[in-house]
């Protein structure tokens, strides 16, 4: 079955850059719309970005000038960064598989997701 | 952005009872893009209901999911300890998509 597991640090500093990997398992990666979401006490669940195979992506408005997320289908994973951070952004990072067609913006499998706090 | 107003906070519900959750959106959800999420503490959300009515495969038919436009509502027919949870409904008919604040149903 589809799986994918969030690795990375869970300590960042303020004002360093988040990263975050989220490695796929049982699927191709090489279909459907591979997302990132947070979610904190203060925000609840925020959708922070997608990335499709081919490298297309779209980002939440309000983060865009902040997150890169890449994709590297050779090692079956996705990645995100996130620069600048503060407090803010300290939540629980999940990446996600969205639906089939025009449901990629659905989310039909998620990782476990992994705790990242923002703090000196 | 499409803002999805959930409600009530709370459910405090005993088992065997109907459960009924409401989810209001800003604006009409186009094709009823409108899902359901459940999560239990310390787990990913898990997709219950698609397409505002759409059981997922494996999910209960005590969970019922209506509604169009910008109203939208789960019901949860008599229920089970399993069920309590936290509860989010979510657009994705375009970028953002976006989710409700929450509903805890909890035990009585």
């Known amino acids: 079955q589809v799986q994918l597991q969030e690795s990375g640090p869970g300590l960042v500093k303020p004002s360093e850059t988040l990263s975050l990997t989220c490695n796929v398992s049982?699927?191709?990666?090489?279909?459907?719309?591979w997302s990132w979401i947070r979610q904190s006490p203060g925000k609840g669940l925020e959708w922070i970005g997608y990335i499709y195979y081919t490298g297309s992506t779209n980002y939440r408005p309000s983060l865009k000038s902040r997150v890169t997320i890449s994709i590297d289908t050779s090692k079956k994973h996705f990645s995100l960064k996130l620069s600048s951070v503060t407090a803010a952004d300290t939540a629980v990072y999940f990446c996600?598989?969205?639906?089939?067609?025009?449901?990629?913006?659905?989310?039909?499998?998620w990782g476990q997701g992994t705790l990242v706090t923002v703090s000196s | 952005e499409i803002v999805l107003t959930q409600s009530p906070g709370t459910l405090s519900l005993s088992p065997g009872e109907r459960a009924t959750l409401s989810c209001r959106a800003s604006?009409?959800?186009?094709?009823?893009?409108l899902a359901w999420y459940q999560q239990k503490p310390g787990q990913a959300p898990r997709l219950v209901i698609s397409?505002?009515?759409s059981r997922v495969t494996g999910i209960p038919d005590r969970f019922t999911g209506s509604g169009s436009g910008t109203d939208f509502t789960l019901t949860i027919t008599r229920l089970e300890p399993e069920d309590i949870a936290v509860y989010y409904c979510?657009?994705?008919?375009?970028?953002?998509?976006?989710f409700g604040q929450g509903t805890k149903v909890e035990v009585k």
């Open positions: 397409a505002a009515s």
């Open positions: 996600a598989r969205g639906g089939d067609g025009y449901n990629f913006l659905r989310f039909d499998y």
């Open positions: 979510q657009h994705y008919g375009g970028a953002p998509p976006t």
């Open positions: 049982g699927a191709s990666i090489n279909s459907h719309y």
């Open positions: 604006q009409t959800i186009s094709n009823s893009y």
